[in-house]
């Protein structure tokens, strides 16, 4: 029987507010690749925990997870309570290779070093456990991110959360460089759920992420803007290839998008500096 995601209570996706969150945390200008948010499912005591994970080594790899007690911690760059390490070595087996991670549920999810598969990291028990991808999938920069001018290293597979849970999305050989979207079920090791197949080139995109059960896809525009262009959505299969949601962007690369169920805000990473946008929908009154 299929699953049944989420329906959405907010009704359609309209727009995206200006920029409401700019700042450079700890390490201006340092570390162009990484991704930042907040946990849709947190544990007790840290519902406003924000994480961030930075690519230490060579724009490609990290090995812990950075946390802050609130928003205003991240901005002025205070983390407290500090890192929670993967493995002391970096980058290695079951390392974080990529950008494109997410915190769910206590655990980190991200593409593991080396390999076509997801990992999940505890960060209570510090266990990795992994989920292996379809054969084909594309992995170690064969299937990125790209704009006109570059692509983006290491972003085969992208890992996102919305308010029915964790998704991956990804591309293989099979699917002629086109996106696929997984459902990742939770439990270690988390398992593949329901897999969907898109005619949407995953080059031809910058980003991706999920919101409200549905999968939307950037690209860029210019230095100054970036598009929301594409969306899919798994329960009915309509895609649209004129979503025209603008963002104005801070810096001219997003390196990382993740959607936050918890209060509909978008955060961004771009080039080192970390930028959120509220999502604006038809039903909410907060559209400010």
Not at 51 to 72: E, G, M, Q
Not at 131 to 159: I, M, S, V, W
């Amino acid at each position: 029987m299929p699953a049944v995601f989420c329906n959405c209570p907010y009704g359609q996706f309209l727009n995206i507010s200006e920029p409401r969150v700019y700042t450079a945390g700890e390490y201006p200008g340092s570390y162009k690749y990484g991704a930042w948010g907040r946990d849709p499912k947190p544990e007790a005591g840290k519902e406003s925990w924000y994480w961030r994970v930075i690519l230490t080594s060579s724009n490609r790899y990290a090995h812990y997870v950075r946390f802050y007690s609130t928003l205003s911690s991240l901005i002025i760059g205070v983390s407290v309570p500090g890192n929670v390490q993967i493995n002391p070595s970096n980058p290695t087996t079951n390392t974080i290779q990529g950008p494109n991670n997410v915190l769910y549920g206590g655990a980190l999810y991200y593409n593991c070093y080396n390999k076509d598969a997801v990992c999940r990291f505890n960060l209570t028990s510090k266990i990795v456990t992994t989920l292996d991808l379809p054969k084909g999938t594309r992995y170690n920069a064969k299937g990125n991110f790209c704009n006109l001018e570059e692509c983006y290293q290491c972003t085969d597979l992208d890992l996102a959360t919305d308010e029915s849970g964790i998704w991956v999305v990804y591309t293989t050989t099979q699917d002629f460089g086109n996106l696929v979207l997984s459902k990742v079920e939770e439990g270690e090791p988390p398992k593949l759920g329901q897999t969907w197949h898109t005619s949407v080139y995953k080059q031809a995109v910058t980003n991706t992420f999920m919101a409200c059960g549905v999968l939307y896809a950037t690209r860029y525009v210019n230095q100054e803007v970036e598009e929301i262009f594409y969306s899919f959505n798994p329960v009915t299969g309509q895609e649209r290839f004129n979503v025209g949601i603008f963002m104005k962007k801070l810096a001219p690369n997003i390196q990382a998008l993740n959607y936050s169920p918890v209060d509909q805000m978008l955060h961004a990473y771009c080039d080192s500096y970390m930028v959120s946008y509220k999502v604006q929908f038809e039903l909410l009154d907060n559209q400010s």
